[in-house]
């Protein structure tokens, strides 16, 4: 302000005229009109004068009227809109003229003064204006914009984004060979399809950009639905609604193109060319290449079933069509005979992986639907031999899918008052067949107090690891099966199904504490509800196992690995998307989500149960009891927590799992 304010002045100086000294004092009391000098007293007598020739208001008073009306008011001169009309020598003579016409009525002493202060004025008011004292600017704002982008588009140090929005990227491929790679990547380490990898290491490179490449072989579809709900690397916000929808749209689109694939690959060439030939001849053709050099064309449809029943499942939970992909692959496996292959060639490991893989996908159909399954498990025509290392895994899920039936059938019988007199010798058999398998897992490999496995191993040490893991964590959740109706009478503690747990909305029976809604262990003591059922474990027992099972389960969760799309060693624990990320790497194919779920279950009711046995014990605050409860509450609270972290890292990529991540949030809060 005060450089505008010197700049102003500087301006005004020259132009400002000179004090000019009249040739004659001016009167006190007097003014000029016409050259007469008038007396002001009306002015002076401080006389309201109504402007006419003989004032009424002089009159009265005894005085001569010697008023004028003032000349200042009326509409303002705007000197700028006057400057912008007329030339500037226009305006100059007009001043002249101006100043002469005065010093023709006013004489030449006021003339010189009136004109020399109307210049100055005039200057006054164009330095008051906006943007006084700046240049005017008539360079067009387009040219201003050209010249910028001149200048600064040849910095080489500016950088240049030629890749489209990473809001609009989603995990596809430009390549098998690229879709292959982020499998071993992504899924090969939980769910271990396809024979090891060829070549090492393995990257996941997705594409930035558009590509021409359409993949047609339906195993390479179905692997791309799995990959394509995992964020692109570079994303921020991959909780995005539109993003979510993005990549749940372009998931669906991949897993129906697969199932198309499997229909044209189920085709016969003589179905089309001449039927009458197709039933005698009724062999398939198949003109494209292989997807992987170690897996027979035909198998490709077997294995993206497997996919498919997996993705309906935990992406869209459809537990439906998860169980009729299932069975579709076991009838195009069985048409193949794989359960029976013997036969050592360089197709044997697929063949054995294909068929162990149906065998179990079909498995966990029954398992998470709590329905009996659809073959006969230990059927003696099953010869095919296991690959190395999948026999605890196989022996794993044919015990959980016992004690899953276990639970369906004591359900089914103290529901209807039948007689359970089966029920101590099946517990106490499946408490047998459990406790062999968990030290067969333990002395392969001790996992239980183990670190998370190290990223930078080999994809077959991962998956061994993995496996070992994923089979102890369906035992101890084999183990809460088998006790928990023992330990809380099956009580429902969730306001929806889960897995083979009822929920709150189908027991009417059960009285709903109002001040959490969720019901006590005190409420169904065996007198009362289990009369007709004998077990051969007491609740305090049975209580306790759940309690071991439960804590082992989130032990080994916590412990599954990662998987490492860069195959580097990871700077943070979890590794994240990218470097520029902080969302986590999302784990994959979470067929045992069902067993953080049991774990949680078996906590929930713990915390239930132990504060019903201490209620009467409250008001000693201080007391050891109520410290050991308030620690052991703690130490489920904790391991809570870490279920619900588990479960939202697979919901980074698979949106069925969200519902029981928040099942089991929300008993959280009204607990604790």
């Given at each position: 302000?005060d450089?505008?304010?010197?700049?102003?002045?500087?301006?005004?100086?020259?132009?400002?005229?000179?004090?000019?000294?009249?040739?004659?004092?001016?009167?006190?009391?007097?003014?000029?009109?016409?050259?007469?000098?008038?007396?002001?007293?009306s002015?002076?007598?401080?006389i309201?004068?109504?402007g006419?020739?003989?004032?009424?208001?002089c009159?009265?008073?005894?005085?001569?009227?010697?008023?004028?009306?003032?000349?200042?008011?009326?509409?303002?001169?705007?000197?700028?809109?006057k400057?912008?009309?007329?030339?500037?020598?226009?305006?100059?003579?007009?001043?002249t003229?101006?100043q002469?016409?005065?010093?023709?009525?006013?004489?030449?002493?006021?003339?010189?003064?009136?004109?020399?202060e109307?210049?100055?004025?005039n200057?006054?008011?164009?330095?008051?204006?906006?943007g006084?004292?700046?240049?005017?600017?008539?360079?067009?704002?387009?040219?201003?914009?050209?010249?910028?982008?001149?200048?600064?588009?040849s910095?080489?140090?500016?950088?240049?984004?030629?890749?489209?929005?990473?809001?609009?990227?989603?995990q596809?491929?430009?390549?098998?060979?690229?879709?292959?790679?982020?499998?071993?990547?992504?899924?090969?380490?939980?769910?271990?399809?396809?024979?090891?990898?060829?070549?090492?290491?393995?990257?996941?490179?997705p594409?930035?950009?558009?590509?021409?490449?359409?993949?047609?072989?339906?195993?390479?579809?179905?692997?791309?639905?799995?990959l394509?709900?995992?964020?692109?690397?570079?994303?921020?916000?991959?909780?995005?609604?539109?993003?979510?929808?993005?990549r749940?749209?372009?998931?669906?689109?991949?897993?129906?193109?697969?199932?198309?694939?499997?229909?044209?690959?189920?085709?016969?060439?003589?179905?089309?060319?001449?039927p009458?030939?197709?039933?005698?001849?009724?062999?398939?053709?198949?003109?494209?290449?292989?997807f992987?050099?170690?897996?027979p064309?035909?198998?490709?449809?077997?294995?993206?079933?497997v996919?498919?029943?997996?993705?309906?499942y935990?992406?869209?939970?459809?537990?439906?069509?998860?169980?009729?992909?299932?069975?579709?692959?076991?009838?195009?496996?069985?048409?193949?005979?794989?359960?029976?292959?013997?036969?050592?060639?360089?197709?044997?490991?697929?063949?054995?992986?294909?068929?162990?893989?149906t065998?179990?996908?079909?498995?966990?159909?029954?398992?998470?639907?709590?329905?009996?399954p659809?073959?006969?498990v230990?059927?003696?025509?099953?010869?095919?031999?296991?690959p190395?290392?999948?026999?605890?895994?196989?022996?794993?899920?044919?015990?959980?899918?016992?004690?899953?039936?276990?639970?369906?059938?004591l359900?089914?019988?103290?529901?209807?008052?039948?007689?359970?007199?089966?029920?101590?010798?099946?517990m106490?058999?499946?408490?047998?067949?459990?406790?062999?398998?968990?030290?067969?897992?333990?002395?392969?490999?001790?996992?239980?107090?183990?670190?998370?496995?190290?990223?930078?191993?080999?994809?077959e040490?991962?998956?061994?690891?993995?496996?070992?893991?994923?089979?102890?964590?369906?035992?101890?959740?084999?183990?809460?099966?088998?006790?928990?109706?023992?330990?809380?009478?099956?009580?429902?503690?969730f306001?929806?199904?889960h897995c083979?747990?009822e929920?709150?909305?189908?027991?009417?029976?059960?009285?709903?504490?109002?001040?959490?809604?969720?019901?006590?262990?005190?409420?169904?003591?065996?007198?009362?509800?289990?009369?007709?059922?004998?077990?051969?474990?007491?609740?305090?027992i049975?209580?306790k196992?759940?309690?071991?099972?439960?804590l082992s389960?989130?032990?080994?969760?916590?412990?599954?690995?990662y998987?490492?799309?860069?195959?580097?060693?990871p700077?943070?624990?979890?590794?994240?998307?990218?470097?520029?990320?902080?969302?986590?790497?999302p784990?994959?194919?979470?067929?045992?989500?069902?067993?953080a779920?049991?774990?949680?279950?078996?906590?929930?009711?713990?915390?239930?149960?132990?504060?019903s046995l201490?209620?009467?014990s409250?008001?000693?605050?201080?007391?050891?009891?109520?410290?050991?409860?308030?620690?052991?509450?703690?130490?489920?609270?904790?391991?809570?927590r870490?279920?619900?972290?588990?479960?939202?890292?697979?919901?980074?990529?698979?949106?069925?799992?969200?519902?029981m991540?928040?099942?089991?949030?929300?008993?959280?809060?009204?607990?604790f």
């Amino acid at each position: 302000m005060d450089s505008v304010f010197e700049s102003m002045a500087a301006a005004m100086e020259p132009k400002r005229p000179g004090r000019r000294k009249f040739s004659k004092p001016p009167v006190k009391g007097y003014f000029w009109l016409n050259g007469d000098l008038l007396h002001r007293c009306s002015r002076s007598l401080r006389i309201r004068c109504d402007g006419q020739p003989q004032c009424s208001n002089c009159i009265t008073k005894g005085v001569a009227c010697t008023y004028l009306p003032s000349k200042r008011g009326g509409p303002r001169n705007c000197q700028n809109r006057k400057r912008r009309k007329e030339l500037p020598t226009t305006s100059d003579s007009t001043d002249t003229e101006f100043q002469s016409q005065e010093s023709v009525d006013s004489g030449t002493l006021v003339t010189d003064v009136t004109s020399d202060e109307n210049e100055w004025f005039n200057q006054l008011v164009n330095l008051s204006g906006p943007g006084a004292g700046l240049r005017n600017v008539e360079t067009p704002i387009a040219e201003i914009e050209s010249i910028f982008d001149s200048i600064f588009a040849s910095d080489p140090g500016a950088p240049v984004d030629t890749n489209p929005s990473v809001s609009d990227l989603v995990q596809i491929y430009g390549s098998n060979e690229d879709i292959l790679d982020a499998y071993y990547v992504f899924i090969h380490p939980y769910y271990p399809i396809l024979p090891p990898p060829e070549r090492l290491p393995v990257y996941n490179r997705p594409l930035s950009s558009k590509s021409t490449f359409q993949a047609s072989s339906p195993l390479s579809l179905a692997i791309s639905a799995i990959l394509v709900l995992i964020p692109y690397p570079e994303e921020r916000e991959p909780s995005r609604a539109e993003y979510v929808k993005l990549r749940r749209d372009f998931a669906h689109s991949f897993a129906v193109s697969a199932l198309e694939a499997v229909e044209v690959d189920s085709e016969l060439l003589d179905s089309t060319d001449d039927p009458a030939n197709a039933l005698s001849d009724g062999t398939q053709r198949f003109d494209r290449e292989q997807f992987h050099p170690k897996v027979p064309v035909a198998v490709e449809s077997v294995l993206a079933l497997v996919l498919l029943s997996v993705y309906e499942y935990s992406q869209r939970g459809n537990m439906n069509k998860m169980r009729n992909r299932a069975g579709q692959a076991l009838t195009t496996a069985i048409g193949m005979s794989l359960q029976e292959m013997v036969e050592e060639d360089e197709f044997a490991e697929a063949r054995k992986r294909a068929w162990w893989m149906t065998y179990m996908t079909v498995c966990q159909g029954s398992i998470v639907s709590n329905t009996p399954p659809v073959f006969d498990v230990y059927d003696p025509r099953f010869v095919t031999p296991y690959p190395e290392g999948w026999k605890i895994l196989i022996e794993a899920q044919q015990i959980i899918l016992e004690a899953t039936t276990f639970v369906h059938d004591l359900n089914q019988a103290h529901n209807s008052n039948s007689c359970c007199e089966w029920v101590p010798r099946r517990m106490m058999e499946l408490e047998s067949q459990i406790t062999s398998a968990l030290l067969a897992c333990r002395d392969s490999a001790s996992v239980t107090q183990t670190a998370p496995v190290a990223l930078v191993d080999a994809p077959e040490v991962v998956v061994s690891k993995s496996i070992k893991i994923i089979a102890e964590i369906k035992l101890h959740s084999a183990k809460i099966k088998t006790h928990r109706f023992c330990a809380f009478q099956d009580i429902p503690i969730f306001f929806k199904r889960h897995c083979d747990l009822e929920s709150t909305s189908n027991c009417c029976a059960m009285d709903l504490p109002k001040s959490v809604g969720i019901p006590t262990p005190d409420h169904s003591s065996p007198s009362s509800t289990t009369s007709s059922v004998q077990f051969p474990f007491s609740s305090h027992i049975s209580s306790k196992t759940c309690l071991h099972a439960a804590l082992s389960i989130v032990t080994l969760l916590d412990n599954l690995p990662y998987p490492n799309p860069s195959n580097e060693i990871p700077w943070t624990a979890p590794p994240y998307l990218s470097a520029a990320s902080r969302i986590e790497i999302p784990r994959t194919m979470p067929t045992f989500a069902c067993c953080a779920v049991q774990s949680s279950y078996a906590m929930l009711m713990l915390c239930f149960k132990a504060r019903s046995l201490n209620r009467g014990s409250n008001d000693e605050l201080q007391s050891p009891e109520s410290s050991t409860l308030t620690g052991f509450l703690n130490e489920l609270q904790q391991n809570l927590r870490l279920v619900v972290k588990c479960l939202t890292n697979y919901s980074i990529a698979f949106e069925a799992l969200q519902g029981m991540r928040d099942e089991i949030h929300q008993a959280m809060e009204r607990i604790f």
